[in-house]
């Protein structure tokens, strides 16, 4: 698969991206996690998704025990994680209320916890999960700039926030946030529409695109039974799955979306990540835009 080139000369990304929020959910051992990478190598995907919080704040320690099996593997994927999200949880005993925590000093801890988490020396990109109404843009630029200057991360960016808010934060900066990363698919349409995209794709940055499939409710849901026909309609047209052409849909993008798989099933995985080479018309993709939404556009 053709590699992303996300920050020139600097950074790029596998054209989809494995995600492990579920990771806690598959049942594997070490030994599973590490294969499932390689697999994943394998097919090119070279580019995997964490979080602090994932799992109740132990994805992360899973993830990092396979890595201490194959110390080499570093240096043949890019780990992207997130932080700033916080909520009562056995791993954080003095956390009382669900919370946003976009505080320098927190930054700081929250990155380095991941590395010793993951067991490794840097992250590749670091993002801020959500955005805290409390943010002050200075102190995350702060925490940011001493990250970078300590090696501790490469990139960073931001995840489910507002063209304004990423604004505000680049504003503060002297080097680029790499993306944005936001709920995309042909469920959640909202950034489509609101300005986020189109301001993404003036500043030549690739957001990153989670739950592609609509957190999965579109294979069961009857609320959703319009683009389940429509796209396996499509599909047959392309000789292709419903959720090929449900990741198609996001692909189709000017904005050049990198899809996450969440999928702990390699064969999954393998089905998704073959989207990247099914193009759909114009009127296939507005015709999935109306089976969503239940009405065409204006």
């Known amino acids: 698969m053709q590699r992303v080139n996300v920050v020139p000369e600097q950074l790029s990304f596998s054209p989809v991206v494995q995600g492990y929020w579920r990771l806690n959910d598959w049942n594997m051992q070490a030994q599973d996690i590490l ?3 390689e697999q994943g190598l394998e097919l ?37 994680s ?14 009382q209320v669900v919370h946003y925590n976009n505080d320098r000093d927190y930054i700081i801890a929250a990155a380095e916890r991941s590395l010793r988490e993951l067991h490794t020396e840097y992250l590749d990109v670091l993002l801020i999960h959500r955005p805290d109404p409390l943010m002050d843009a200075d102190a995350v630029a702060e925490a940011f700039s001493r990250l970078k200057q300590s090696g501790k991360v490469k990139h960073f960016g931001v995840s489910n926030f507002s063209a304004a ?3 505000l934060l680049q504003s503060r900066l002297d080097f680029p946030l790499v993306t944005n990363q936001l709920e995309i698919s042909a469920i959640h349409t909202e ?7 189109d301001y993404l794709q003036q500043q030549s940055v690739k957001p990153m695109a989670w739950s592609c499939l609509g957190g999965g409710g579109v294979f069961h849901d009857f609320q959703y039974k319009a683009l389940r026909e429509c796209a ?24 050049c979306p990198i899809p996450i798989i969440g999928s702990g099933n390699i064969e999954r995985v393998r089905q998704q990540a073959a989207a990247v080479d099914i193009k759909l018309s114009r009127q296939q993709w507005f015709s999935l835009l109306e089976a969503a939404r239940g009405y065409t556009v204006p």
């Open 191 to 197: 950034y489509l529409f609101d300005g986020n995209l």
């Open 44 to 80: 090119g995907i070279t580019t995997t998704d964490h979080a602090d919080v994932y799992g109740a704040f132990t994805e992360e320690g899973l993830f990092g025990q396979a890595m201490k099996l194959a110390p080499g593997l570093r240096d043949k994927i890019e780990i992207v």
């Open 165 to 167: 808010k990423f604004a």
């Open 35 to 37: 294969r499932f990478v």
């Open 82 to 95: 997130k932080c700033g999200i916080l909520f009562p949880c056995e791993m954080q005993p003095d956390v």
């Open 232 to 255: 396996e309609a499509i599909g047959e047209q392309h000789n292709a799955s419903l959720d090929q052409v449900l990741m198609a849909f996001v692909l189709a993008l000017p904005s």
